[in-house]
């Protein structure tokens, strides 16, 4: 079963009050982080829009290809058909989101490992909670011509069974939205 990953790191980071992709954390860009993660599927790509040369320029993308999807400003919906293209011909895939630093390779795996026949979408758990990374599988990337705006496949996975696969144990949720939130962390 060939498994790719997706990390979305397109959006102009407003309430960060800048590129936070570029942020430091750890001595390195907060983009590394989401992108050590998934070293562990292949293929591996990363979507990116605001600021995309700044980012290429400054960030090790370890591998994985870069896409710069022209039209980042119609929300994560535009991500990720641009970035599921890229990915080309997969069995599933696995979405991390470029804010979330402290998702583990651990999480990914088990994550990844949910994938198998019959299974249309797997998500990482937290203590009972949903969150990322989540696992796309072959019914759901075929509908990626129906999303729209900003909400990701939110709406098409409230249509299907969700394997949930708990992860708290493994990696941390946290995301990055504000300069404070970094700070914390």
Known sequence: MRIGAL???AGEGSRFGGTKQLAPLGGRPLL????ASVAV??????VLGHEAQAI????DLQGAEAIVCEDWREGQAASLRCGLTALGDVDAAVIVL???PRITTAAVSAV??????????????YGGK?????LLGRELLARVGELGGDVGFRDLLGSVYVREVEVGGLADPVDIDTREE???L
């Not at 990844?112 to 758990?125: F, I, K, L, T």
């Open 41 to 46: 599927l292949d293929p591996r790509v990363v």
């Open 98 to 100: 470029g804010d979330q």
């Open 182 to 184: 970094l700070a914390r």
């Open 32 to 35: 590394e982080h989401a992108l």
């Open 112 to 125: 990844a490992a949910a994938a198998g026949e019959g299974v249309a979408a797997a998500r990482a758990s």
């Open 56 to 59: 290429l320029a400054a960030v």
């Open 7 to 9: 990390v979305l790191a």
């Open 130 to 134: 949903p969150g990322h990374p989540v």
